[in-house]
């Protein structure tokens, strides 16, 4: 089974409209960590939020938040007021453990192309 | 500060030559990752160092493929022989040890086409 799930392969929204990315994953562990990458065009790898399984409150950073259902096992990105420069693949990504137990490499979805429509 | 600077960013290359991807990562960062990034397969871990040691390279495809972190500040990945297969862009990424959320900091890449 896949540990992380992104069933969006492409996505559209309307510039100044809020949109969400869905990102399912997959661990029997009780301590993980989830984040988001964004990928541009120029291919570089950009971190743009964590939430950790232990964290009661949803990540938020600017205009990204993220909607943690943990029964669910669902972790999607929600980017408000969308811009054009937020066109990108999207990568959702998963540590199973906690870093003090050894746990550091990231497992990563297959990402959703989000295109940002003006 | 500087990031993860990995060399080439393209490299173009005929199927049985020897390939050397080379990485260097943020300064004081205790791991270091390579991962390949293909359509098919999207990102995988190839193998990944702690303090200049390989911990785990379970993800490194076959013989043809070696990595070495000779100090904390240099790192390469070497394919030899390579094949038309080893197309892909391949990311270098470290983290430091400490920190609440253990992101991963990504070079830019190398892609890498084998004619």
């Known amino acids: 089974a896949q540990k992380i799930t992104q069933t969006q392969p492409g996505m559209f929204v309307q510039e100044k409209e809020a949109v969400t990315l869905d990102c399912t994953y997959d661990?029997?562990?009780?301590?993980?960590?989830l984040f988001w990458y964004k990928q541009p065009s120029s291919g570089e790898m950009i971190f743009l939020i964590y939430?950790?399984?232990?964290?009661?409150q949803n990540a938020t950073e600017g205009r990204y938040s993220l909607n943690f259902q943990k029964a669910r096992k669902s972790a999607n990105l929600v980017i408000s007021a969308s811009q054009l420069g937020d066109s990108a693949m999207y990568f959702c990504a998963m540590r199973e453990g906690s870093p003090g137990a050894g746990s550091y490499q990231l497992t990563f979805g297959k990402g959703t192309k989000l295109s940002v429509i003006p | 500060d500087a990031g993860v600077i990995q060399s080439p960013r393209h490299e173009v290359t005929e199927m049985g030559q020897e390939v050397t991807l080379r990485c260097k990562p943020i300064s004081g960062h205790d791991y270091l990752f390579w991962y390949r990034q293909t359509m098919m397969r999207g990102l995988e871990l190839l193998i990944y160092?702690?303090?200049?040691?390989?911990?785990?390279d379970s993800g490194m495809p076959e013989d043809r493929f070696s990595a070495k972190m000779p100090n904390a500040s240099f790192s390469t990945l070497k394919i030899q022989p390579s094949e038309p297969r080893d197309s892909a862009v391949y990311f270098c990424?470290?983290?430091?040890?400490?920190?609440?959320?253990?992101?991963?900091?990504f070079g830019e890449g190398s892609r890498l086409t084998v004619l």
């Open positions: 160092f702690n303090n200049n040691v390989p911990i785990d």
């Open positions: 661990t029997s562990d009780q301590s993980y960590g």
């Open positions: 990424a470290s983290r430091r040890r400490q920190g609440r959320t253990g992101e991963l900091f």
């Open positions: 939430q950790g399984s232990y964290d009661e």
